[in-house]
């Protein structure tokens, strides 16, 4: 089964800052990779497919990059609606689609 | 609209039986893959398992093979995860999502099964 190992687990930024999270795989999978936003008591929605494609309605200040096993999404100047955790999944290896383990973005 | 619409919370004791359900509309069930994921309380989301309702085709993750049973029942647009018999570690809220087919993301999601296990 592919892990996907997510850093850091706990991310501290000012609104307004650059946050970057990063995400690994053990093995390629290749650009099959999602990120998915949770918010407290609410329903992950997808942010980014194909490692670097948005999700309909997605703002641009959400980026994503990488292939292969290293990934980072990248949210240009955070807002206040952007604190959340923050999950990516690789699809290229059925059926075990595995998540990361989460990088929580909290204000600092 | 595109809409996943799972069961309400359920709270058993452990050994029971348990099946809950996700309805889809809005789209063609039966050409859209449907997962499960679990997450327990206050840690991160595990992927279950997935099926293909068109022909029931499923897949399960190697962590929960034979710990659940997924299926589903196209003629009510409706996907199921069932236990057979309950633990107190099957506390968790339960997730349904659709994709539409291998390597493609899971873009839509139900709002959640929360399953409290307890004597």
């Known amino acids: 089964e592919i892990v996907m190992t997510q850093s850091p687990a706990t991310l501290s930024v000012s609104p307004g800052e650059r946050a970057t999270l990063s995400c690994r795989a053990s093995q390629s999978v290749s650009s099959n990779l999602a990120w998915y936003q949770q918010k407290p008591g609410q329903v992950p929605r997808l942010l980014i497919y194909g490692a670097s494609t948005r999700a309909t309605g997605i703002p641009a200040r959400f980026s994503g990059s990488g292939s292969g096993t290293e990934f980072t999404l990248t949210i240009s100047s955070l807002q206040s609606e952007d604190f959340a955790v923050y999950y990516c999944q690789q699809y290229n290896h059925w059926p075990g689609l595995t998540f990361g383990g989460g990088t929580k973005v909290e204000i600092k | 609209e595109v809409q996943l619409v799972q069961s309400g919370a359920e709270v058993k004791k452990p050994g029971e039986s348990l099946k809950i359900s996700c309805q889809g509309s809005g789209y063609s069930f039966t050409s859209y893959w449907i997962g499960w994921a679990r997450q327990m309380p206050g840690k991160g989301l595990e992927w279950m398992g997935i099926i293909y309702p068109g022909d029931s085709d499923t897949k399960y993750s190697p962590s929960f093979q034979g710990q659940v049973t997924i299926s589903a029942d196209k003629s009510i647009s409706t996907a199921y995860l069932q236990w057979s018999g309950l633990k107190a570690s099957d506390t968790a809220m339960y997730y349904c999502?659709?994709?539409?087919?291998?390597?493609?993301?899971?873009?839509?999601w139900g709002q959640g099964t929360l399953v409290t296990v307890s004597s």
């Open positions: 999502a659709r994709s539409s087919g291998r390597y493609r993301p899971f873009d839509y």
